[in-house]
């Protein structure tokens, strides 16, 4: 399967929330809220409130024949304003999501090294993310790198130095 990889643009938004949905609301066997209620979930609510204003708000997107199918992106938090996966206010917490119907076909692997290696190129020396112990995708965030930083329950904080 080819698909293809660009930097995000501000249109890009409404995509972004979608793929945000799907990183959040992942297991096909739970009941889902809807789109709007999902994104209004504590600690989903602001992860892409203002989008593109702050320093450092990167995106990547996966293309197959012109239709985006995922999206992974990291942003910087602060200690008054943060999402999970926090770290500190050097480390941009990175976010995936891919369409349900690609997903397990290396698309999340080759964002991710996208982002890596932007990320480096940018001077930053860390990424941080949070999963879900029973997510598949550990294993990938493993394999790219990242390692647990704190065990939160049912979640692990990883973070992956660059």
């Known amino acids: 399967m080819t698909f293809l990889l660009r ?15 799907e990183a959040v609301f992942w297991r096909a066997s739970v009941s889902k809220p809807s789109f709007e209620e999902g994104l209004a979930y504590p600690g989903v609510s602001n992860a892409l409130t203002d989008w593109g ?12 024949n ?16 943060f999402t999970n996966g926090y770290v500190d206010e050097n480390t941009p917490v990175l976010a995936i999501g891919v ?3 690609y997903r397990r ?6 964002m991710i090294e996208w982002l890596i290696d932007y990320a480096s190129k940018h ?14 995708a550990i294993n990938l965030y493993r394999q790219q790198g990242f390692v647990e930083y704190a065990d ?11």
């Open 7 to 21: 930097k995000s643009k501000h249109c890009d938004v409404p995509f972004l929330r979608e793929m945000l949905y």
């Open 53 to 64: 204003e702050r320093d450092g708000d990167t995106a990547v997107v996966a293309i197959i």
């Open 66 to 81: 012109s239709i985006p199918v995922g999206a992974a992106w990291y942003r910087f938090w602060n200690d008054s304003n």
């Open 99 to 101: 369409h349900r119907d």
């Open 105 to 110: 076909r290396g698309i999340g692997r080759k």
């Open 123 to 136: 001077s930053i020396q860390k990424i941080s993310l949070n999963v879900s112990k029973d997510n598949y």
């Open 152 to 162: 939160k329950g049912d979640a692990f904080s990883m973070v992956r130095k660059i």
